[in-house]
Nanobody, 125 residues
Framework: QVQLLESGGGSVQAGGSLRLSCGLS????????LAWFRQTQGNEREGLAA???????KYVDSVKGRFAISLDNAKNKLYLKMNNIQSEDAGEYYC???????????????????WGQGTQVTVSS
């Protein structure tokens, strides 16, 4: 089973930028979805951005125009470029994958069956 490992989290000032990375232990699937989720204390993981094997992307409204998800097949890495970071963007960020595709479900936590350990993002004003 593929394993995911996030990196790139840290502290950033409001208005700043950050790029998160998710390393995939293997990338042998023909059909798959990958996504970034955020979780804050006491809340469920929220889907922020997702990408399918075909390059289809989907974003939650709160990050549209600020965050960009991308996939580097050659490096087996998933990225989340975060621009104009706001205080509400703070939290633990997770990448996830599923060996399936569904545009309707690709931002839903229950769709994914493989998760990374998370990387923390803190925002200072």
């Amino acid at each position: 089973q593929v394993q995911l490992l996030e990196s790139g989290g840290g502290s950033v000032q409001a208005g700043g930028s950050l790029r998160l990375s998710c390393g995939l232990s293997e990338f042998a699937y023909d059909v798959f979805s990958l996504a970034w989720f955020r979780q804050t204390q006491g809340n469920e993981r929220e889907g922020l951005a997702a990408i399918s094997y075909s390059g289809t992307t989907k974003y939650v409204d709160s990050v549209k125009g600020r965050f960009a998800i991308s996939l580097d097949n050659a490096k087996n890495k998933l990225y989340l470029k975060m621009n104009n970071i706001q205080s509400e963007d703070a939290g633990e960020y997770y990448c996830a994958t599923k060996r399936a595709v569904s545009y309707d479900y690709m931002l839903r936590r229950e769709f994914y069956d493989t998760w990374g350990q998370g990387t923390q993002v803190t925002v200072s004003s």
